[in-house]
């Protein structure tokens, strides 16, 4: 198959094109800067252009659509045009070029009004309460594009849940800054069990939902390792594998909970530009759980993932070790 | 006709016609809601009804109902009341209709029926005609109606509040249709030595009714607000949706007006009809009953089980006068009907013919060849000890028992005891516990034993449900008796000081009672078939329930006891569990009880064991796992005549809860020639397998013997005592025990037993014994039963016959890879250096659990709970090899009292689903 990949330049979009290179199709990328991906061709432009978009898409048996603005504060209206207004231009090309498998990348913020999420499956995306521009603009483009999903362009959601591994400078290298600055606080209540994924088993479950797309479209599937921990011990995984001292002090817990955008679209706020203020947003967003119910997923997927946690921090470990 | 009594305002006489519901109130369904015009008794003009009826929604389903439920409401609400009925009846049909199958061909829940509620007239959507209808007219109402929907049998009656009257008015007056009677929290006699409801005799007042009733929503909010837990807010509108304004609640006011409060009323006549001819019914008939109701109280279930014996019961601990909105009722009611319908719905009335019963049946109807008592008739004459009490420190001759049992049992009678008395016993165990005892079991009394260990509320609770009409009790069980009002005649076990006597409600001291006994008068001993005592649970997991055990099941368990144990006539017991404290007089037994505050087993000291062993010169001693803990940790006091006494002792028991080896192995040191056993067993069945301590090594070598993932752990408790036999009821990827109980080892399921000395019933919960009574296969003329226990635990048998306990089946975790049982990996991170004990929970939706491991450290934490560290996490995941989502630590595990050792994880999984869900780490 001819497979575009949009976003390839990202942490989690380099892995996706690479996997599904690997599977033995042609991978096309579609992002503003190279993707960096070996083997694979780059196409570079704007998804509010309509031009750049139909460029990228022609030809295309399938679309695997990562790309969007991912940052907790910023313009609405950039929000709305990249992730609601670049998922239509993107669907309008496709129908027009005949495109007929599309794998949507979404995230279970989309679906998350605050409160904890305990044993869920992945539940309709609800723009009026998601939290966030993010969330909520990308809530739009999900319903959008299951709502596009018919015979003839095929679509299926997927939503990974905390991306995390070697070389991922948003989430990763922000906990271990922090801890090593003594900037990482640990709420007194950071008991809450959150479920992560590591970056190889979201890959191979996009992968997996690019082959599956056929038998499962018009489905939403939230993808997680399954294993989840108390935010506690995963921070002090990932400072242990970056050999950074664990974060020690705490802060109280009784600042408002479920602020709700997910720690995801926080932790990868950019540093500087729009950063709002960690304790508080730690605060809320330590004190609630996030794990999910993974049967239908891994079922109807047919997918497992492949790397456990401690073998994603062990690997985590060697990467840090290597610098 | 107008509300001649004045006592209801003007606007209760207003007319207006029926009308269907308003759409939207929650739980409703408009396919249900119709109007029916009847003609009415008095004028003969149309009158309109509004009911709920699934019949058309059958017809379109092409399925043929069984049968009718006529379900009739009460005051003040309407056919809302049943809409939970009406749509698991309606959905049930629906599954019949899907699946194809032909409605009567099988039985259970393939059967279809149909549902009408009706809103009595002047209530809910039907009409207000503004007439006076007394319950004779409201009884003849719904007869015409019937009537007129043409209905014909066979028709099963569900009536709640005083519907309940009405539907049992219909049900008297169509004795051809009537195929059962289904009552919830309803009443229809008011005991003549009982003041009618202090609720009801306010709204009566003068002044008081109309405006309570009718000017204002003040009866209907108080009923309102009489559910546990309290109503949705929609839901209450939905209640309240019929009665907005005065004008539509005449019938409200009139309905109360309407209690027959003595002989002058006009509704009296009715009513003692109808109480009458409830007892000619004969039909199968279900009480579910909310005992936390101020109106109608247990009295009333009471009342109306002694009018219709055959009745099945369920009293839902807990809920209250709403039970059709507090409990899951429509399943149970749905359960029940199938199980009247393949019995037949035309069931012969009244009792089965003698010949017909089976052979063990018949027999049981005489009195027993071997009574519990009998021992005490044959050694009448003995001068040798039966009992010793430490503290105040007495002995007791046999002569002396016998004669004391005898004189209490004539006296007892002669105090009003009767047959089947219920008599509640709050004695410390001693010889006036023991003659008390049995004195009612002589004279065919059934003794109620719910003990401390329950704590005060799960005492009244547990006293009040067993309804004793007798109490006897010592000065402090007398006084909580009385604070909480519970039930039944007061008699002390030591002669009071009059005011003392007369504030507590004592009308006797068991002196007394032995004086008015002194010629031993004895009536003829009770059959082996009657009941005999109701035991209480531990209530670890939930409400206590009572166990039911016939003389002929106790009898077995003596005789259980005696041929497992080796005790009998001569043997001396020390007997520090309740069961086997009653049981030694039976046993022949010379037995004491160690002095120890029976509340908290953890003050039995070794020093006290020794002596008591002393005092009988014991070979057997029975104590509770939490008492041996102390008694091990106290063995540096013992003295050399102390260490003599223990060395005399050649059977050592612990059971109750599981007893680690290790506890086992150190009060086996103790007493160096006792062989120490761990029998297994529950109130429901008192001895069911035994293990010795040589035996719980060999199986531990044999279970490590076997390769990796073979064994599922657990403790085992060793093979079948006696003639009990086990079997495992498999559990399927839900954790649901839903194979045919077989006896192949390896397999994990639930326990499910058979023995002669298992219990009855479980008292007053149908639902119960429907769960546990599962596999029994009834008696059939000539022929004898099966009776098999559904017991609650997990386990499995392995090669050698012996049965492994894996916990308990509502603390089965369903995780995404599979069922987990809990015991198993507790054991194995209870092996860890520095853990003391551990309880496995799951959190989150059955199926994809995840594990969570609360643990007691050793030294205990400081905290009352936290997060494992990072090396005793990773050794608990390590060490059960199983993906445990976080370890927390706690101060210390909360336990039952009786035991203080069952943990209820169910409670414990709450706890931890919310603290790990972001909630204060605070102690479970």
Redesign the interface.
């Known amino acids: 198959m001819n497979v575009l990949v949009t976003g390839a330049s990202g942490f989690l979009g380099g892995a996706v094109a690479r996997e599904i290179a690997r599977a033995g199709h042609e991978v096309r990328t579609f992002q503003r800067r190279p993707s960096g991906v070996d083997g694979v061709d780059d196409v570079l432009g704007s998804l509010t252009s309509q031009a750049d978009v139909e460029r990228a898409v022609e030809g295309m048996d399938a679309v695997v659509h990562l790309a969007a603005k991912v940052s907790l504060a910023g313009d609405p209206a950039e929000f709305e045009a990249v992730n609601v207004g670049g998922t239509r231009t993107l669907i309008a090309a496709m129908r027009r070029a005949g495109t007929g498998r599309l794998v949507f990348v979404s995230s279970p913020s989309v679906a998350h009004a605050g409160a904890?999420i305990?044993?869920?499956d992945a539940q309709p995306a609800d723009p009026a309460h998601a939290r966030g521009e993010y969330a909520r603009t990308k809530a739009r483009a999900e319903l959008l594009a299951l709502g596009s999903d018919s015979e003839s362009l095929r679509v299926v959601a997927v939503r990974p849940h905390l991306v995390w591994g070697p070389g991922d400078t948003q989430l990763i290298e922000r906990i271990v800054e922090r801890a090593r600055a003594g900037r990482l606080p640990l709420l007194?209540?950071?008991?809450?069990?959150i479920d992560t994924t590591y970056i190889d088993n979201a890959a191979t479950a996009i992968a997996a939902a690019l082959e599956r797309v056929d038998e499962v479209h018009g489905n939403a599937y939230v993808i997680t390792n399954?294993?989840?921990?108390?935010v506690?011990?995963l921070l002090?995984?990932i400072c242990?594998a970056a050999g950074v001292p664990a974060p020690a002090w705490s802060v109280p817990?009784g600042v408002a909970?479920a602020a709700g955008s997910l720690i995801e679209a926080v932790w990868r706020v950019k540093p500087g530009v729009d950063e709002p203020p960690m304790t508080r947003f730690l605060a809320e967003q330590?004190?609630?759980?996030h794990?999910f119910?993974?049967?239908r997923t891994?079922a109807e997927l047919r997918w497992q993932p492949a790397v456990s946690l401690d073998e994603g921090l062990r690997r985590l470990a060697a990467h840090y070790a290597r610098d | 006709m107008s509300h001649g009594s004045s006592r209801l305002p003007r606007s209760a006489g207003r007319t207006a016609a029926a009308s269907l519901p308003p759409a939207g109130l929650p739980g409703m369904d408009a396919r249900f809601s119709r109007l029916v015009e009847v003609s009415d008794g008095g004028s003969g003009r149309p009158v309109a009804w509004h009911l709920l009826d699934n019949g058309p929604v059958l017809d379109e389903l092409g399925v043929t109902p069984v049968g009718t439920l006529l379900c009739v409401h009460g005051n003040p609400t309407w056919s809302y009341l049943w809409r939970g009925l009406v749509a698991a009846a309606t959905d049930a049909a629906t599954a019949v209709a899907e699946s194809g199958s032909e409605s009567g061909s099988g039985s259970g829940s393939g059967d279809v029926w149909r549902v009408i509620a009706v809103d009595q007239l002047e209530m809910g959507f039907s009409e207000r005609t503004g007439t006076e209808r007394p319950l004779e007219r409201r009884v003849a109402d719904l007869s015409a109606l019937t009537n007129t929907l043409e209905l014909s049998g066979p028709v099963v009656t569900v009536g709640h509040d005083w519907g309940g009257v009405v539907s049992m008015g219909w049900a008297v007056d169509h004795p051809d249709e009537l195929a059962g009677v289904v009552l919830l929290n309803t009443a229809i006699h008011q005991p003549e030595d009982r003041a009618i409801p202090w609720p009801l005799r306010l709204t009566l007042q003068r002044g008081m009714l109309g405006r309570a009733t009718v000017a204002t929503p003040a009866f209907l909010e108080t009923t309102l607000a009489l559910a546990h837990p309290p109503l949705e807010a929609e839901v209450k509108n939905g209640y309240r949706a019929p009665y907005r304004s005065a004008d539509r609640r005449g019938g409200i006011g009139a309905f109360v007006a309407d209690i027959p409060v003595d002989e002058q009323h006009v509704s009296w006549n009715e009513l003692e009809r109808i109480a009458a001819g409830v007892r000619e019914l004969g039909v199968p008939s279900l009480m579910l009953w909310g005992p936390r109701d101020p109106i109608f109280s247990d009295t009333y279930l009471d009342d109306l089980a002694e009018r219709m014996p055959q009745a099945d019961i369920h009293r839902f601990e807990g809920a209250g006068h709403m039970i059709a909105e507090d409990v899951e009722y429509a399943p149970v009611v749905l359960d029940w009907l199938g199980g009247i319908h393949s019995r037949s719905l035309s069931l012969s009335k009244g009792t089965d013919p003698v010949e017909k019963l089976p052979f063990d049946e018949l027999r049981e109807r005489e009195p027993s060849e071997r009574p519990l008592w009998s021992v005490l008739d044959e050694l009448r004459d003995s001068t040798e000890t039966a009992l010793v009490d430490m503290k105040p420190f007495r002995t007791v001759s046999w002569r002396l028992l016998s004669r004391r049992v005898r004189q209490l049992a004539a006296g007892l009678v002669r105090a009003g005891v009767k047959p089947g008395d219920r008599v509640s016993l709050l004695i410390p165990p001693s010889a006036d516990l023991t003659a008390v005892l049995y004195a009612c079991l002589r004279i065919g009394a059934v003794v109620v034993v719910a003990d401390a260990g329950l704590g005060l509320p799960g005492l009244t609770r547990a006293v009040r449900g067993a309804r004793p009409d007798h109490v006897i009790g010592a000065l402090p069980g007398l006084t909580v008796a009385r604070a909480f009002s519970w039930p039944g005649q007061k008699i002390s076990t030591t002669t009071l000081p009059l005011p003392t006597a007369l504030a507590l409600g004592v009308r006797h001291s068991l002196g007394e009672v032995a004086r008015l006994g002194a010629d031993e008068f004895l009536p003829e001993p009770p059959a082996a078939s009657a009941v005999a005592a109701v035991l209480f649970t531990s209530g670890s997991t939930g409400p206590a329930k009572g166990v039911v055990y016939t003389h002929a099941q106790l009898e077995a368990v003596r005789d259980a006891l005696s041929s497992q144990y080796d005790v009998g006539v001569g043997t001396g017991l020390v007997a520090g569990f309740a069961p086997f404290a009653l049981l030694g007089p039976a046993l022949g037994a010379r037995s004491v009880t160690p002095d120890m505050n029976v509340t908290s087993p953890r003050t039995l000291t070794a020093k006290a064991t020794a002596r008591a062993a002393a005092a009988v010169d014991a070979s057997v001693v029975f104590l509770s796992p939490a008492a041996l803990a102390n008694v091990v940790a106290t063995a540096d006091a013992l003295d050399a005549s102390d260490t003599a006494a223990l060395a005399g002792v050649h059977t050592f028991l612990s059971a109750g809860a599981p007893v680690p080896e290790s506890l086992l192995a150190a009060a086996g040191r103790l007493m160096p020639n006792a062989t120490p056993h761990t029998p297994y067993g529950m109130t429901e069945g008192l001895l069911m397998t035994d293990i010795t301590l040589e035996g719980i090594r060999a199986a531990a070598d044999d279970a490590a013997a076997l390769p990796d993932g073979e064994h599922a752990g657990g403790v085992c408790v060793g093979r079948p005592a006696g003639s009990v036999r086990v079997r495992i009821a498999a559990l399927d990827d839900d954790g649901m025990p839903v194979g045919a109980p077989g006896e192949q080892p390896g397999v994990t399921g639930e326990i499910v037993l058979s023995a002669p000395h298992l219990k009855q019933a479980y008292d007053r919960l149908w639902v119960t014994n429907r769960v546990a009574d599962a596999d029994s296969v009834p008696a059939a003329a000539g022929e004898q039963g099966e009776r098999w226990h559904r017991t609650g635990d997990v386990g499995h048998l392995d090669s050698a016959g012996r049965l492994w306990v894996e916990g308990r089946l509502p603390h089965v975790i369903v995780t995404a890879g599979g069922v987990i049982t809990p015991v198993g990996p507790e054991q194995r991170i209870e092996s860890l250096l520095g853990v003391n004990r551990a309880a496995l929970a799951g959190i989150g939706p059955r199926g994809t659990q995840q594990l969570v491991a609360v643990l007691e450290t050793e030294p205990a934490a400081s905290r009352p709970a936290a997060l494992g560290d990072s090396d005793l996490v990773a050794a608990v995941r390590h060490a059960t090899a199983l993906d445990i989502a976080a370890v927390l630590v706690v101060a210390s595990l909360p336990t039952d009292i009786r035991h203080n050792s069952k943990i209820d994880r169910s409670a414990l999984s709450r706890w931890a689903e919310g603290v790990l869900s972001g909630a204060k780490l605070s102690a479970p």
Do not use: K, Y
Not at chain 1, 188 to 193: E, H, P, S, T, Y
Not at chain 1, 286 to 289: C, G, R, V, Y
């Open positions: 904890s305990v044993g869920d007194d209540r950071g008991a809450a069990l399954g294993e989840p921990r108390p506690a011990e002090a995984g242990a817990a909970r330590l004190s609630t759980a794990w119910d993974q049967r891994r």
